[in-house]
């Protein structure tokens, strides 16, 4: 009853905030679906990108900056800082986010500026954060180190210190740990799973201390962080490898799945006999996050010992994710094996386990050339007519604009059901795509084909999908995502993905076209060749 009435609240506060908003009218209808056909097909237009900046209408600047981030021309710098932030503050955080998806080292004297004035709007200085994170350089991490540390904790300054806290993890360049172990202290279990992130993200030996002690935390999602920090090499090198292997083998007894899980991986980075022993046992585990963990484990030691135990995960009565991955273990040092191995999964009763049986003989060579991967196929920057772009914004980005609910989606799968939340106003070409797709019928039946314990579901590609275009966007790339694969920036045709986890160091990188709202559960059972039986909008949103 009380979540209830605080979804009221709410949607009465966003409510109010629309009736406040000015009105989109057909001119800025049309303005905002002339810069979703600059970005659809890449095309910097200085003169159109310009006036729409200066428009009246701040919906159309704010659509107009978030345009220039998408076409991702270095040129696009200039016309965002080509006047004052504006006064509000949406707006404001868009120009920031669409400077900072540029990478322009040029500016981080601005974002530094931005982040240490305290009157920046806390949106404002969020972006800041995470545009530095994006650049990654020696600069951009120092800026960080110096607000992490000069910055006080409040309910203002919260989602700024979260940002720059993932934001300094993900720099390329090594410094002073301070400026993040003050923040491993926190009350606050986000700042603290953020900082724990921070410290294992650059492999520094000097962290190992700190991860040791956060490996007790009272949250298991800073245990699985910290757990994932204690590879062997890092903990050699700080002489802590002892108390980092027998920390993380009383981990393997942890309560939280997501904890014995990386500290699986982690102890793979370990040679003893106990180590060997232990991910053996592993492969017995009736949890597939453990077992596949522990054959990737055992097979990364490459010796013959651990052949007989590998050989036995491929039997016929073990999930296909485990035979599969332990006849991709066994490849490189024990061919004969692994290709008996897949034979037998490709005469499997499984319709999933014979195509992947298959599948791994063409890949080695065993079964003939053919079918073998592709490589990505050009791309083709088509043009649409006018009147769909409209269509577009007036289905999806005016609802948005004006207060109206997200829609909403139900995926059924051999697991159950999930449901769905669609940023449609923020990645309305994708959201026009998964339409699309839904009323074809195409992701009917569709295998995951991915499965990556404690990190993401994927689907496999989808018929007649078509290469998507990229909306990257100031939704973060949170537990839950809906996003798609792709191997860089526009390369992706959906299938689909669901994270198991956040993925800070994917930030900028991926388009975030929803979220899970029901059956996260279900996302965290889904095994490989698991299928979508069906999607379909909620009728509420379906109009």
Known sequence: MIARFAILLATFALLAKAQTRRPLDSAAVSDIARLLLLEDVRRFDSLELSRTLASTHPEVRRRAALAVARINDKRGVGLLRARPLDADTSLAATTVFAVGQLRDTLAIPWFDSLLANPRTAPTVATEAACALGKIKTAAARAALARYLSNVRASRRTRDAIGEALLAIGRSTARGDIAPIVKWTSSSDEEIRWRATWALLRPRDPSAVAQLLRLSDDRSGQVRSWAVRGLMKAQADSASLGERAEARLFSALRDSDRRVRTEAIRSLASYSDSAVIAALTSGLSSTDSWISVSAAEGLGRRRLPSVVPALVAATDAARPCALRATAIRQLLPFASTEARSAASALARD????????????????????????????????????????????????????????????????????????????????????????????????GSEFTRVVPDFVDQEATIRDAAVQRDEVNRHRLTRGNLAWASAGLDTGRPGYTLNHTPQPHNEGDFTSLGRVVRGQDVVDRIDLGDRILGMRMNSTTAK
């Open 349 to 444: 009763s499984v319709p999933y386990c014979q195509n992947l049986g298959a599948q791994i003989l063409r890949d080695t060579g065993t079964a003939g050339r053919g079918g073998g991967g592709r490589g990505r196929q050009p791309q083709q920057l088509v043009e649409r007519p006018f009147g769909e772009y409209r269509a577009i914004v007036e289905r999806w980005i005016v609802p948005a604009y004006s207060g109206k609910p997200l829609p909403r989606a139900t995926m059924q799968t051999t697991r159950g059901e999930i449901g769905l939340e669609l940023y449609a106003g923020d990645a309305p070409l994708a959201m026009d795509a998964l339409t699309r797709i839904l009323d074809q019928g195409n992701i009917v």
